[in-house]
């Protein structure tokens, strides 16, 4: 799933919920690593500024052996391991607020896991190399992603007219 799509989906479900940020900013966070190497793609000279909205999954995972760093930071923050230790440290801790981002970024997990065909994420790293495929892909043809994208698609439509309908219907209300 692509990010700023985990954002809208945990955003939904947890927007009544005072920590709402908090959850929103946790359920991206394993991809903002992304985002840093892109912009070293571009300080590199290997992409231009045009070309960010046009970036597939499959440009992007080709880029990252190139950089070992950006490898290590995916595997670790993709990893089921390393979330369950932040998870029980915030528990022990009594951290609310990290709480919020750590269950945020556990639902980015557990979507990932649904929506990662050929390039599934390594969950149990450094435990262990092991895999979960699922039958559905977010971006690969061989596994349904046109099919996904237009189911995605149109739920999250649906979600944001719902969400464009109250918030039209509470501005309404509000000047009465």
């Avoid at 947890?14 to 966070?29: E, I």
Wanted: charged content about 10%; aromatic content about 18%.
């Amino acid at each position: 799933m692509f990010t700023l799509h985990h954002g809208f989906w945990i955003y939904f479900f947890s927007r009544r919920h005072p920590l709402v940020w908090y959850y929103v900013f946790g359920s991206m966070l394993p991809d903002y690593i992304y985002l840093v190497l892109v912009e070293v793609l571009m300080l590199g000279g290997h992409i231009e500024g045009s070309e960010i909205i046009s970036l597939s999954p499959k440009v992007m995972m080709s880029y990252l052996p190139l950089y070992p760093w950006a490898v290590k930071a995916d595997l670790l923050g993709h990893s089921v391991v390393i979330w369950g230790a932040f998870f029980l440290l915030t528990l022990i801790a009594s951290l609310v607020r990290c709480r919020a981002i750590v269950v945020g970024w556990g639902t980015h997990l557990l979507l990932d896991e649904l929506t990662h065909g050929a390039y599934a994420n390594f969950y149990l790293y450094p435990l262990s190399m092991s895999a979960i495929h699922s039958p559905v892909s977010y971006w690969e043809p061989q596994y349904f992603a046109k099919e996904f994208k237009i189911v995605n698609t149109t739920i999250m439509i649906a979600m944001a007219v719902y969400l464009g309908y109250h918030w039209w219907k509470h501005q309404k209300n509000k000047y009465k």
